[in-house]
Protein backbone atom coordinates (compact mmCIF):
# COMPACT_ATOMS: atom_id res chain seq x y z
CA UNK A 1 0.00 0.00 0.00
CA UNK A 2 1.00 3.57 -0.91
CA UNK A 3 2.48 5.43 2.22
CA UNK A 4 2.06 8.89 0.59
CA UNK A 5 -1.75 8.92 0.43
CA UNK A 6 -4.35 11.01 2.62
CA UNK A 7 -7.28 9.61 4.01
CA UNK A 8 -10.85 10.51 3.01
CA UNK A 9 -12.36 13.67 3.69
CA UNK A 10 -8.56 15.53 4.76
CA UNK A 11 -6.53 17.98 2.03
CA UNK A 12 -3.44 19.24 2.41
CA UNK A 13 -3.59 23.01 2.36
CA UNK A 14 -0.73 25.13 0.62
CA UNK A 15 0.55 27.77 -1.92
CA UNK A 16 -2.55 31.04 -2.55
CA UNK A 17 -5.15 29.05 -0.48
CA UNK A 18 -3.08 28.66 2.55
CA UNK A 19 -2.24 32.00 2.50
CA UNK A 20 -5.81 33.83 1.93
CA UNK A 21 -6.91 31.66 4.94
CA UNK A 22 -3.95 32.65 7.25
CA UNK A 23 -5.09 36.60 5.94
CA UNK A 24 -8.90 35.43 6.43
CA UNK A 25 -8.14 34.01 10.61
CA UNK A 26 -5.78 36.78 11.19
CA UNK A 27 -8.56 39.65 10.32
CA UNK A 28 -11.20 37.85 12.22
CA UNK A 29 -8.80 37.17 15.16
CA UNK A 30 -7.18 40.61 15.22
CA UNK A 31 -10.89 42.30 14.96
CA UNK A 32 -12.07 39.88 18.15
CA UNK A 33 -8.74 41.43 19.69
CA UNK A 34 -9.47 44.93 19.16
CA UNK A 35 -12.95 44.38 20.60
CA UNK A 36 -11.97 43.06 23.72
CA UNK A 37 -12.61 39.74 23.33
CA UNK A 38 -10.05 37.17 25.56
CA UNK A 39 -8.68 34.25 23.49
CA UNK A 40 -10.04 30.93 24.25
CA UNK A 41 -8.35 27.49 22.81
CA UNK A 42 -9.28 24.15 23.96
CA UNK A 43 -8.04 20.74 22.87
CA UNK A 44 -8.76 18.79 19.74
CA UNK A 45 -9.50 16.07 21.77
CA UNK A 46 -12.67 15.93 24.26
CA UNK A 47 -14.96 12.84 26.41
CA UNK A 48 -17.70 11.91 24.02
CA UNK A 49 -19.73 13.04 26.79
CA UNK A 50 -19.08 16.62 26.21
CA UNK A 51 -21.32 16.49 22.88
CA UNK A 52 -24.21 14.56 24.31
CA UNK A 53 -26.30 17.80 23.53
CA UNK A 54 -24.61 18.11 19.93
CA UNK A 55 -27.03 16.84 17.09
CA UNK A 56 -24.61 16.04 14.27
CA UNK A 57 -27.39 15.29 11.71
CA UNK A 58 -25.66 13.46 8.62
CA UNK A 59 -22.32 13.28 10.20
CA UNK A 60 -20.17 11.18 12.75
CA UNK A 61 -17.69 11.64 14.88
CA UNK A 62 -13.97 10.84 14.69
CA UNK A 63 -13.95 8.20 17.57
CA UNK A 64 -11.21 6.25 19.75
CA UNK A 65 -10.69 5.31 23.31
CA UNK A 66 -7.78 6.83 25.93
CA UNK A 67 -6.13 4.80 28.53
CA UNK A 68 -8.82 4.18 30.76
CA UNK A 69 -10.67 3.63 28.13
CA UNK A 70 -13.36 6.03 27.72
CA UNK A 71 -14.43 7.14 23.93
CA UNK A 72 -12.66 10.72 23.38
CA UNK A 73 -13.42 12.23 20.06
CA UNK A 74 -12.07 14.87 17.88
CA UNK A 75 -14.20 18.06 18.69
CA UNK A 76 -16.86 18.26 15.93
CA UNK A 77 -18.10 21.89 17.59
CA UNK A 78 -16.21 24.80 19.72
CA UNK A 79 -19.25 25.58 21.64
CA UNK A 80 -19.85 22.60 24.11
CA UNK A 81 -16.20 22.66 24.66
CA UNK A 82 -15.96 25.79 25.74
CA UNK A 83 -19.50 25.37 28.25
CA UNK A 84 -17.56 22.45 29.43
CA UNK A 85 -14.86 25.05 30.25
CA UNK A 86 -16.64 27.43 31.90
CA UNK A 87 -18.61 24.63 34.09
CA UNK A 88 -15.11 23.05 35.65
CA UNK A 89 -13.41 25.96 36.35
CA UNK A 90 -14.27 29.19 38.33
CA UNK A 91 -14.24 31.85 35.72
CA UNK A 92 -16.37 34.93 36.50
CA UNK A 93 -19.12 36.41 34.34
CA UNK A 94 -19.83 37.94 32.13
CA UNK A 95 -16.88 37.06 29.44
CA UNK A 96 -16.57 37.45 25.53
CA UNK A 97 -14.35 34.69 24.21
CA UNK A 98 -13.11 34.10 20.85
CA UNK A 99 -11.58 30.90 19.49
CA UNK A 100 -10.22 29.53 16.05
CA UNK A 101 -9.29 25.81 15.06
CA UNK A 102 -10.47 23.20 13.31
CA UNK A 103 -13.52 20.37 13.91
CA UNK A 104 -13.76 16.91 12.61
CA UNK A 105 -17.18 15.49 11.42
CA UNK A 106 -17.46 12.43 8.99
CA UNK A 107 -19.21 13.53 6.61
CA UNK A 108 -20.46 10.59 3.50
CA UNK A 109 -18.05 9.00 2.00
CA UNK A 110 -16.83 10.13 -1.14
CA UNK A 111 -19.60 13.49 -1.63
CA UNK A 112 -16.96 16.03 -2.04
CA UNK A 113 -16.88 17.19 1.51
CA UNK A 114 -14.27 17.88 3.87
CA UNK A 115 -14.10 16.34 7.28
CA UNK A 116 -11.53 18.59 8.82
CA UNK A 117 -12.79 22.17 8.98
CA UNK A 118 -11.74 25.39 10.34
CA UNK A 119 -13.97 27.42 12.10
CA UNK A 120 -13.34 30.84 14.04
CA UNK A 121 -16.28 32.45 16.32
CA UNK A 122 -17.33 34.01 19.54
CA UNK A 123 -19.21 32.86 22.66
CA UNK A 124 -20.17 36.40 24.72
CA UNK A 125 -21.57 34.45 28.20
CA UNK A 126 -23.56 35.80 31.04
CA UNK A 127 -25.07 38.59 29.14
CA UNK A 128 -28.84 38.32 29.15
CA UNK A 129 -29.21 41.90 27.21
CA UNK A 130 -29.83 41.77 23.17
CA UNK A 131 -27.19 43.94 23.59
CA UNK A 132 -24.99 40.73 23.23
CA UNK A 133 -27.16 39.15 19.76
CA UNK A 134 -26.09 42.79 18.55
CA UNK A 135 -22.63 42.96 19.16
CA UNK A 136 -22.61 39.51 16.93
CA UNK A 137 -24.84 41.40 14.00
CA UNK A 138 -22.45 43.96 13.66
CA UNK A 139 -19.44 41.91 13.77
CA UNK A 140 -20.86 40.14 10.29
CA UNK A 141 -21.11 43.18 8.96
CA UNK A 142 -17.59 44.52 9.83
CA UNK A 143 -16.05 41.17 8.89
CA UNK A 144 -17.73 41.16 5.77
CA UNK A 145 -16.70 44.67 4.70
CA UNK A 146 -13.24 43.69 5.70
CA UNK A 147 -13.01 40.43 3.99
CA UNK A 148 -15.54 40.34 0.73
CA UNK A 149 -16.19 42.93 -1.83
CA UNK A 150 -19.85 41.25 -2.19
CA UNK A 151 -22.88 42.22 0.79
CA UNK A 152 -23.99 39.36 2.98
CA UNK A 153 -26.81 39.01 3.70
CA UNK A 154 -27.97 38.77 7.59
CA UNK A 155 -30.86 36.44 8.23
CA UNK A 156 -32.67 36.67 11.38
CA UNK A 157 -35.43 33.70 12.83
CA UNK A 158 -36.45 32.62 16.22
CA UNK A 159 -35.46 29.51 17.71
CA UNK A 160 -38.81 28.36 18.76
CA UNK A 161 -40.90 29.77 16.73
CA UNK A 162 -42.13 26.55 15.35
CA UNK A 163 -42.32 25.02 19.00
CA UNK A 164 -44.68 27.90 19.98
CA UNK A 165 -47.14 27.12 16.79
CA UNK A 166 -47.20 23.82 16.82
CA UNK A 167 -48.01 23.66 20.59
CA UNK A 168 -50.90 25.34 20.04
CA UNK A 169 -52.20 23.31 17.22
CA UNK A 170 -51.22 19.76 18.82
CA UNK A 171 -50.35 17.73 21.73
CA UNK A 172 -49.70 15.15 19.73
CA UNK A 173 -45.60 15.17 20.15
CA UNK A 174 -44.35 12.77 17.05
CA UNK A 175 -47.17 14.42 14.86
CA UNK A 176 -45.39 17.78 15.96
CA UNK A 177 -42.23 16.87 15.11
CA UNK A 178 -42.88 15.40 12.04
CA UNK A 179 -44.59 18.86 11.28
CA UNK A 180 -41.76 20.44 12.44
CA UNK A 181 -39.25 18.18 10.82
CA UNK A 182 -40.98 18.37 7.02
CA UNK A 183 -40.84 22.09 7.75
CA UNK A 184 -37.13 22.42 8.45
CA UNK A 185 -36.69 20.37 5.31
CA UNK A 186 -39.15 21.90 3.17
CA UNK A 187 -40.66 18.13 2.55
CA UNK A 188 -43.22 20.02 0.91
CA UNK A 189 -45.59 17.07 0.05
CA UNK A 190 -44.99 15.33 3.05
CA UNK A 191 -45.48 18.90 5.29
CA UNK A 192 -49.26 19.57 3.14
CA UNK A 193 -50.04 15.86 3.93
CA UNK A 194 -49.38 16.27 7.69
CA UNK A 195 -51.06 19.79 8.28
CA UNK A 196 -54.64 18.73 5.85
CA UNK A 197 -56.01 17.51 9.38
CA UNK A 198 -55.88 20.92 10.37
CA UNK A 199 -57.49 22.52 6.72
CA UNK A 200 -60.70 23.62 9.49
CA UNK A 201 -58.47 25.11 11.81
CA UNK A 202 -58.23 29.27 11.70
CA UNK A 203 -54.42 28.62 11.41
CA UNK A 204 -54.52 26.52 8.43
CA UNK A 205 -53.54 29.59 5.79
CA UNK A 206 -50.67 30.56 8.00
CA UNK A 207 -49.73 27.15 7.55
CA UNK A 208 -50.08 26.32 4.54
CA UNK A 209 -47.88 29.57 3.63
CA UNK A 210 -45.12 28.84 6.56
CA UNK A 211 -42.52 26.77 4.12
CA UNK A 212 -42.22 30.06 2.44
CA UNK A 213 -42.23 32.79 5.11
CA UNK A 214 -38.73 33.74 4.39
CA UNK A 215 -36.98 36.66 2.69
CA UNK A 216 -37.93 40.25 3.07
CA UNK A 217 -39.17 41.23 6.38
CA UNK A 218 -41.38 43.39 5.18
CA UNK A 219 -43.14 41.34 2.35
CA UNK A 220 -43.18 38.76 5.03
CA UNK A 221 -44.79 41.05 7.63
CA UNK A 222 -47.45 42.07 5.48
CA UNK A 223 -48.08 38.31 4.67
CA UNK A 224 -48.59 37.86 8.40
CA UNK A 225 -51.17 40.57 8.83
CA UNK A 226 -53.68 38.38 6.94
CA UNK A 227 -53.35 35.76 9.60
CA UNK A 228 -54.76 35.58 13.08
CA UNK A 229 -51.99 35.22 14.82
CA UNK A 230 -52.04 34.22 18.57
CA UNK A 231 -50.13 36.24 21.42
CA UNK A 232 -46.87 33.78 21.95
CA UNK A 233 -46.39 34.10 17.91
CA UNK A 234 -47.08 37.75 17.89
CA UNK A 235 -44.99 38.74 20.95
CA UNK A 236 -42.32 37.00 19.09
CA UNK A 237 -42.51 38.83 15.29
CA UNK A 238 -42.43 41.63 17.31
CA UNK A 239 -39.06 40.55 18.91
CA UNK A 240 -38.08 40.32 15.35
CA UNK A 241 -39.56 43.76 14.50
CA UNK A 242 -37.20 45.36 17.18
CA UNK A 243 -34.11 43.80 16.03
CA UNK A 244 -34.67 44.90 12.32
CA UNK A 245 -35.64 48.29 13.18
CA UNK A 246 -32.52 48.77 15.48
CA UNK A 247 -30.39 47.23 12.35
CA UNK A 248 -32.14 49.70 10.26
CA UNK A 249 -30.91 52.66 12.42
CA UNK A 250 -27.32 51.50 13.26
CA UNK A 251 -26.37 49.57 10.06
CA UNK A 252 -28.56 51.17 7.17
CA UNK A 253 -26.96 49.63 4.35
CA UNK A 254 -27.13 46.02 5.66
CA UNK A 255 -29.36 43.50 3.81
CA UNK A 256 -31.72 42.09 6.29
CA UNK A 257 -33.92 39.03 5.73
CA UNK A 258 -35.78 36.82 7.89
CA UNK A 259 -36.97 32.97 7.70
CA UNK A 260 -39.84 31.56 10.54
CA UNK A 261 -39.58 27.94 8.74
CA UNK A 262 -36.41 27.34 9.26
CA UNK A 263 -34.54 25.33 12.43
CA UNK A 264 -32.67 26.76 14.94
CA UNK A 265 -28.79 25.27 14.33
CA UNK A 266 -28.71 23.18 17.41
CA UNK A 267 -31.35 22.19 19.64
CA UNK A 268 -29.85 24.47 22.42
CA UNK A 269 -30.83 27.74 21.17
CA UNK A 270 -33.36 29.45 22.81
CA UNK A 271 -33.91 32.63 21.31
CA UNK A 272 -32.92 35.33 17.97
CA UNK A 273 -30.88 33.12 15.62
CA UNK A 274 -28.71 34.53 12.73
CA UNK A 275 -26.92 33.79 9.62
CA UNK A 276 -24.75 35.48 7.32
CA UNK A 277 -24.27 34.43 3.29
CA UNK A 278 -23.11 35.92 0.51
CA UNK A 279 -24.99 35.49 -3.08
CA UNK A 280 -21.93 33.30 -4.13
CA UNK A 281 -21.29 31.16 -1.31
CA UNK A 282 -22.28 27.70 -1.09
CA UNK A 283 -22.80 27.47 2.58
CA UNK A 284 -23.28 29.78 5.74
CA UNK A 285 -20.64 31.99 6.40
CA UNK A 286 -21.80 33.12 9.94
CA UNK A 287 -24.20 31.57 11.88
CA UNK A 288 -25.01 32.05 15.48
CA UNK A 289 -27.32 32.72 18.57
CA UNK A 290 -28.59 32.69 21.70
CA UNK A 291 -29.07 29.56 24.05
CA UNK A 292 -28.90 30.41 27.31
CA UNK A 293 -29.63 27.01 28.61
CA UNK A 294 -25.85 25.18 26.97
CA UNK A 295 -24.39 25.44 30.47
CA UNK A 296 -27.42 23.25 32.48
CA UNK A 297 -25.85 20.61 30.12
CA UNK A 298 -22.83 20.74 32.85
CA UNK A 299 -24.23 22.12 35.71
CA UNK A 300 -27.07 23.51 37.98
CA UNK A 301 -27.22 27.19 36.99
CA UNK A 302 -27.87 28.18 33.56
CA UNK A 303 -26.00 30.73 32.23
CA UNK A 304 -27.14 33.45 29.73
CA UNK A 305 -25.04 32.99 26.14
CA UNK A 306 -25.13 34.21 22.60
CA UNK A 307 -22.61 32.55 19.98
CA UNK A 308 -21.47 32.83 16.51
CA UNK A 309 -19.49 30.44 14.17
CA UNK A 310 -17.98 31.67 11.10
CA UNK A 311 -16.75 28.75 8.23
CA UNK A 312 -13.44 30.31 7.89
CA UNK A 313 -13.03 27.49 4.65
CA UNK A 314 -15.76 29.22 2.96
CA UNK A 315 -14.74 32.76 3.32
CA UNK A 316 -11.39 31.25 1.94
CA UNK A 317 -12.95 29.78 -0.47
CA UNK A 318 -14.92 33.22 -1.63
CA UNK A 319 -11.71 35.00 -1.77
CA UNK A 320 -9.21 32.39 -3.46
CA UNK A 321 -11.35 32.75 -6.51
CA UNK A 322 -12.12 36.14 -6.51
CA UNK A 323 -8.36 38.21 -5.34
CA UNK A 324 -5.76 38.87 -7.80
CA UNK A 325 -2.57 37.94 -7.50
CA UNK A 326 0.29 40.66 -6.75
CA UNK A 327 3.37 39.87 -8.65
CA UNK A 328 6.28 39.11 -6.16
CA UNK A 329 9.80 40.51 -6.02
CA UNK A 330 12.82 38.02 -6.23
CA UNK A 331 15.98 39.39 -4.56
CA UNK A 332 18.87 37.42 -5.59
CA UNK A 333 22.17 38.08 -4.06
CA UNK A 334 25.78 36.71 -2.74
CA UNK A 335 26.10 35.27 0.55
CA UNK A 336 27.92 38.30 1.73
CA UNK A 337 25.53 41.01 0.67
CA UNK A 338 22.87 39.52 2.97
CA UNK A 339 22.77 42.35 5.45
CA UNK A 340 22.48 44.28 2.24
CA UNK A 341 19.74 41.77 1.01
CA UNK A 342 17.63 42.68 4.21
CA UNK A 343 17.61 46.36 3.88
CA UNK A 344 15.96 45.84 0.28
CA UNK A 345 13.93 43.01 1.34
CA UNK A 346 12.47 45.84 3.98
CA UNK A 347 12.05 48.41 1.26
CA UNK A 348 10.21 46.21 -1.53
CA UNK A 349 6.41 45.43 -0.76
CA UNK A 350 5.74 41.89 -1.85
CA UNK A 351 9.65 41.14 -2.11
CA UNK A 352 10.81 37.86 -0.91
CA UNK A 353 14.78 36.50 -0.95
CA UNK A 354 16.21 34.24 -3.29
CA UNK A 355 18.26 31.58 -1.53
CA UNK A 356 19.36 29.83 -4.89
CA UNK A 357 23.10 29.46 -5.24
CA UNK A 358 23.38 30.76 -8.74
CA UNK A 359 22.25 32.98 -11.05
CA UNK A 360 20.48 30.47 -13.65
CA UNK A 361 18.61 29.14 -11.04
CA UNK A 362 17.64 32.07 -9.66
CA UNK A 363 16.09 33.06 -12.79
CA UNK A 364 14.17 29.47 -12.71
CA UNK A 365 12.91 30.23 -9.26
CA UNK A 366 11.26 33.77 -10.21
CA UNK A 367 9.73 31.98 -13.37
CA UNK A 368 8.28 29.19 -11.47
CA UNK A 369 6.81 32.32 -8.84
CA UNK A 370 5.58 34.18 -11.97
CA UNK A 371 7.63 37.18 -10.22
CA UNK A 372 10.32 39.85 -11.25
CA UNK A 373 13.72 38.82 -10.43
CA UNK A 374 16.25 41.86 -8.62
CA UNK A 375 19.46 40.81 -8.94
CA UNK A 376 22.05 42.31 -6.18
CA UNK A 377 25.30 40.79 -7.90
CA UNK A 378 25.64 42.97 -10.31
CA UNK A 379 26.52 46.36 -8.30
CA UNK A 380 23.22 48.05 -9.52
CA UNK A 381 20.35 46.16 -9.26
CA UNK A 382 18.74 44.74 -12.45
CA UNK A 383 15.26 44.65 -12.07
CA UNK B 1 -26.73 35.60 -18.12
CA UNK B 2 -24.65 33.08 -17.40
CA UNK B 3 -23.96 33.63 -13.41
CA UNK B 4 -27.67 34.18 -13.05
CA UNK B 5 -28.86 30.87 -14.51
CA UNK B 6 -30.65 28.18 -12.99
CA UNK B 7 -29.33 25.09 -12.66
CA UNK B 8 -31.34 22.20 -13.26
CA UNK B 9 -29.92 18.46 -12.73
CA UNK B 10 -32.11 16.13 -14.20
CA UNK B 11 -32.10 12.30 -14.19
CA UNK B 12 -31.58 11.34 -18.13
CA UNK B 13 -33.69 8.35 -19.03
CA UNK B 14 -37.12 7.51 -18.01
CA UNK B 15 -37.73 10.29 -15.75
CA UNK B 16 -36.35 12.81 -18.12
CA UNK B 17 -38.61 11.62 -21.09
CA UNK B 18 -41.67 12.32 -18.84
CA UNK B 19 -40.51 15.28 -17.31
CA UNK B 20 -39.90 17.21 -20.43
CA UNK B 21 -43.61 17.27 -21.59
CA UNK B 22 -44.50 18.83 -18.23
CA UNK B 23 -41.64 21.46 -18.59
CA UNK B 24 -42.77 22.58 -22.09
CA UNK B 25 -46.64 22.13 -20.37
CA UNK B 26 -45.03 24.96 -17.97
CA UNK B 27 -43.79 27.19 -20.71
CA UNK B 28 -39.82 25.99 -20.48
CA UNK B 29 -38.13 25.55 -23.79
CA UNK B 30 -36.45 21.92 -23.69
CA UNK B 31 -35.57 21.85 -28.10
CA UNK B 32 -31.99 21.32 -26.66
CA UNK B 33 -32.72 18.49 -24.19
CA UNK B 34 -34.85 16.81 -27.16
CA UNK B 35 -32.18 17.52 -29.79
CA UNK B 36 -29.42 16.52 -27.62
CA UNK B 37 -27.48 14.16 -28.89
CA UNK B 38 -24.48 13.01 -26.63
CA UNK B 39 -24.53 16.05 -25.09
CA UNK B 40 -25.30 16.38 -21.16
CA UNK B 41 -25.50 20.31 -20.07
CA UNK B 42 -27.25 23.00 -22.30
CA UNK B 43 -27.64 26.54 -22.21
CA UNK B 44 -31.30 27.71 -22.79
CA UNK B 45 -30.97 30.41 -25.37
CA UNK B 46 -34.49 32.23 -24.43
CA UNK B 47 -34.29 31.76 -20.46
CA UNK B 48 -32.26 31.73 -17.76
CA UNK B 49 -32.16 27.88 -17.61
CA UNK B 50 -28.70 25.90 -17.79
CA UNK B 51 -30.14 22.10 -18.01
CA UNK B 52 -27.52 19.24 -16.85
CA UNK B 53 -28.55 15.54 -17.50
CA UNK B 54 -27.01 13.08 -15.03
CA UNK B 55 -27.48 9.77 -13.13
CA UNK B 56 -30.12 9.94 -10.28
CA UNK B 57 -27.43 9.45 -7.52
CA UNK B 58 -25.24 11.99 -8.99
CA UNK B 59 -28.19 14.51 -9.26
CA UNK B 60 -28.35 13.87 -5.51
CA UNK B 61 -24.26 14.81 -5.65
CA UNK B 62 -24.88 17.68 -7.78
CA UNK B 63 -27.45 19.37 -5.28
CA UNK B 64 -25.60 18.37 -2.29
CA UNK B 65 -22.31 20.08 -3.76
CA UNK B 66 -24.37 23.09 -4.83
CA UNK B 67 -23.26 22.40 -8.22
CA UNK B 68 -27.12 21.95 -9.07
CA UNK B 69 -29.59 24.61 -7.88
CA UNK B 70 -32.85 22.45 -8.48
CA UNK B 71 -32.56 18.49 -9.10
CA UNK B 72 -35.23 16.66 -10.90
CA UNK B 73 -35.15 12.86 -9.60
CA UNK B 74 -37.45 9.72 -7.57
CA UNK B 75 -37.90 9.56 -4.01
CA UNK B 76 -36.19 5.92 -3.99
CA UNK B 77 -32.87 7.89 -4.79
CA UNK B 78 -33.56 10.65 -2.32
CA UNK B 79 -34.17 8.67 0.20
CA UNK B 80 -31.16 5.98 -0.65
CA UNK B 81 -28.59 8.89 -0.79
CA UNK B 82 -30.18 10.54 2.90
CA UNK B 83 -31.19 13.44 0.76
CA UNK B 84 -30.80 16.88 2.88
CA UNK B 85 -32.34 18.99 0.48
CA UNK B 86 -35.08 20.87 0.21
CA UNK B 87 -38.12 18.77 -1.70
CA UNK B 88 -40.69 21.71 -2.90
CA UNK B 89 -42.94 19.11 -5.18
CA UNK B 90 -44.27 16.06 -6.05
CA UNK B 91 -44.53 15.69 -9.95
CA UNK B 92 -47.16 12.94 -9.82
CA UNK B 93 -44.71 10.69 -12.41
CA UNK B 94 -42.44 7.88 -12.06
CA UNK B 95 -44.72 6.40 -9.49
CA UNK B 96 -43.93 2.95 -8.52
CA UNK B 97 -43.12 0.76 -5.21
CA UNK B 98 -40.78 -0.75 -3.37
CA UNK B 99 -41.80 -4.55 -2.95
CA UNK B 100 -40.16 -7.87 -1.44
CA UNK B 101 -40.12 -10.48 -3.94
CA UNK B 102 -38.73 -13.95 -4.42
CA UNK B 103 -39.45 -17.10 -5.75
CA UNK B 104 -42.35 -18.80 -4.81
CA UNK B 105 -41.18 -21.36 -1.92
CA UNK B 106 -39.63 -18.04 -0.31
CA UNK B 107 -41.30 -18.19 3.80
CA UNK B 108 -40.65 -15.03 5.50
CA UNK B 109 -41.40 -16.55 8.71
CA UNK B 110 -38.35 -19.13 8.11
CA UNK B 111 -36.11 -19.02 11.24
CA UNK B 112 -33.28 -18.04 9.84
CA UNK B 113 -31.06 -14.65 9.01
CA UNK B 114 -31.35 -13.93 5.73
CA UNK B 115 -29.52 -12.85 2.51
CA UNK B 116 -31.14 -10.37 0.51
CA UNK B 117 -30.17 -8.85 -2.41
CA UNK B 118 -31.28 -5.06 -3.64
CA UNK B 119 -29.93 -2.02 -5.00
CA UNK B 120 -31.19 -0.28 -1.81
CA UNK B 121 -29.28 -1.12 1.46
CA UNK B 122 -30.40 1.49 3.37
CA UNK B 123 -33.97 1.47 2.71
CA UNK B 124 -34.01 -2.59 2.69
CA UNK B 125 -32.17 -2.51 6.54
CA UNK B 126 -34.95 0.76 7.38
CA UNK B 127 -37.66 -2.48 6.10
CA UNK B 128 -36.26 -5.26 7.77
CA UNK B 129 -35.17 -2.98 10.93
CA UNK B 130 -39.16 -1.74 11.41
CA UNK B 131 -39.88 -5.65 11.45
CA UNK B 132 -37.41 -6.27 14.06
CA UNK B 133 -35.01 -8.71 11.80
CA UNK B 134 -31.69 -8.74 11.35
CA UNK B 135 -30.83 -9.46 7.61
CA UNK B 136 -27.97 -9.80 6.05
CA UNK B 137 -27.53 -7.78 2.20
CA UNK B 138 -25.85 -7.66 -0.70
CA UNK B 139 -25.69 -4.71 -3.13
CA UNK B 140 -26.42 -5.74 -6.20
CA UNK B 141 -26.37 -2.77 -9.34
CA UNK B 142 -28.92 -4.26 -11.75
CA UNK B 143 -31.10 -6.80 -12.87
CA UNK B 144 -31.71 -7.25 -8.85
CA UNK B 145 -34.44 -10.26 -10.07
CA UNK B 146 -31.26 -12.93 -11.03
CA UNK B 147 -30.68 -12.66 -7.07
CA UNK B 148 -33.32 -14.84 -6.08
CA UNK B 149 -33.14 -16.84 -9.06
CA UNK B 150 -29.71 -17.86 -8.92
CA UNK B 151 -29.63 -19.02 -5.23
CA UNK B 152 -27.32 -15.75 -4.59
CA UNK B 153 -30.18 -14.48 -2.28
CA UNK B 154 -33.20 -15.41 -0.27
CA UNK B 155 -35.74 -12.31 -1.78
CA UNK B 156 -35.23 -8.91 -3.08
CA UNK B 157 -36.43 -5.58 -2.31
CA UNK B 158 -36.75 -3.38 -5.59
CA UNK B 159 -38.90 -1.01 -7.08
CA UNK B 160 -41.53 -1.87 -9.67
CA UNK B 161 -44.08 -0.06 -11.58
CA UNK B 162 -46.98 -2.59 -12.35
CA UNK B 163 -44.92 -5.72 -11.37
CA UNK B 164 -44.57 -7.04 -14.97
CA UNK B 165 -40.58 -7.89 -15.07
CA UNK B 166 -41.45 -9.52 -11.34
CA UNK B 167 -43.76 -12.01 -12.81
CA UNK B 168 -42.34 -13.02 -16.29
CA UNK B 169 -39.39 -13.96 -14.23
CA UNK B 170 -41.55 -15.90 -12.04
CA UNK B 171 -40.95 -14.19 -8.88
CA UNK B 172 -43.97 -13.21 -6.59
CA UNK B 173 -44.53 -10.35 -4.62
CA UNK B 174 -44.50 -11.07 -0.22
CA UNK B 175 -44.60 -7.61 1.27
CA UNK B 176 -45.43 -3.55 -0.49
CA UNK B 177 -43.03 -0.87 1.16
CA UNK B 178 -42.73 2.65 0.27
CA UNK B 179 -44.23 4.45 -2.68
CA UNK B 180 -41.70 6.02 -5.07
CA UNK B 181 -42.33 9.09 -7.54
CA UNK B 182 -40.04 11.66 -9.28
CA UNK B 183 -39.57 14.79 -6.89
CA UNK B 184 -38.60 18.45 -7.41
CA UNK B 185 -35.44 19.54 -5.09
CA UNK B 186 -33.98 22.51 -4.48
CA UNK B 187 -30.11 23.19 -2.77
CA UNK B 188 -31.02 24.71 0.33
CA UNK B 189 -28.87 27.83 -0.26
CA UNK B 190 -29.78 28.43 -3.63
CA UNK B 191 -33.30 28.80 -2.62
CA UNK B 192 -32.17 31.78 -0.07
CA UNK B 193 -30.04 33.16 -2.98
CA UNK B 194 -32.64 32.98 -5.99
CA UNK B 195 -35.89 32.74 -4.53
CA UNK B 196 -37.46 34.50 -6.84
CA UNK B 197 -36.38 32.16 -9.86
CA UNK B 198 -36.93 29.29 -8.30
CA UNK B 199 -39.88 29.61 -7.04
CA UNK B 200 -40.97 30.94 -10.59
CA UNK B 201 -39.87 27.68 -11.40
CA UNK B 202 -41.89 25.64 -9.20
CA UNK B 203 -45.17 27.46 -9.36
CA UNK B 204 -45.37 26.51 -13.03
CA UNK B 205 -44.74 23.32 -12.81
CA UNK B 206 -46.95 22.90 -9.74
CA UNK B 207 -49.68 24.84 -11.88
CA UNK B 208 -49.43 22.03 -14.83
CA UNK B 209 -49.74 19.23 -12.68
CA UNK B 210 -52.58 20.37 -10.71
CA UNK B 211 -54.03 21.25 -14.20
CA UNK B 212 -53.20 17.41 -15.37
CA UNK B 213 -54.59 16.06 -11.91
CA UNK B 214 -58.09 17.85 -12.14
CA UNK B 215 -57.66 16.65 -16.68
CA UNK B 216 -57.12 12.64 -15.18
CA UNK B 217 -60.32 12.74 -12.46
Redesign the interface.
Known sequence: MNNNLLSLGTRDEFGRRAVVKQHVASVIGDTFSDRGFAKISTPLLEKQSVFEPYKL??YQMYRLLDQEGDTIVLRPDMTLPIARFLSSTNISLPQKFWYVGDIFRIS?RL???YNELTQAGIELVGYSSIKAEFECLVLINLLSQKLLDEPV?I?LGIADFAEVILSELTDDEALKQAIAQSLY??????YEELISQFKDRSEFQFLMNWP?L??DPAKIFDQLANFNLSKPMQNRIDELKKVIAWLKQILPNQVV?I?LSSKAPQQYYTGLTFKG?S?A????LFSGGRYDKLLANFQDVSESAVGMGINIDLLTDLLVNKSQTKQKKLIYFQEEQWCEAEELLKNTPDGILSLSDNLENAKLEAEKLDAQLIDMTEGEYIE | MNENRIKIALTKGRVEKQVIPLLEEAGINCDQIRNKQRRLIFNSETQPYQFILAKGPDVTTFLERGAADIGIVGSDILTEHQNSQYELLGLNIGKCQFVLASTQDFDPEAPKRKIIGTKYPLITKRYFDSLGQDVEIIKIEGSVELAPLTGLADAIVDITETGTTIRENHLKIFDYLDKVSTRLVVNRMALKQHPDAIFDFVDRLKTVIENNKVGQA
Open positions: GNRSGSEEDKQVPLRFGSDFKGSGY
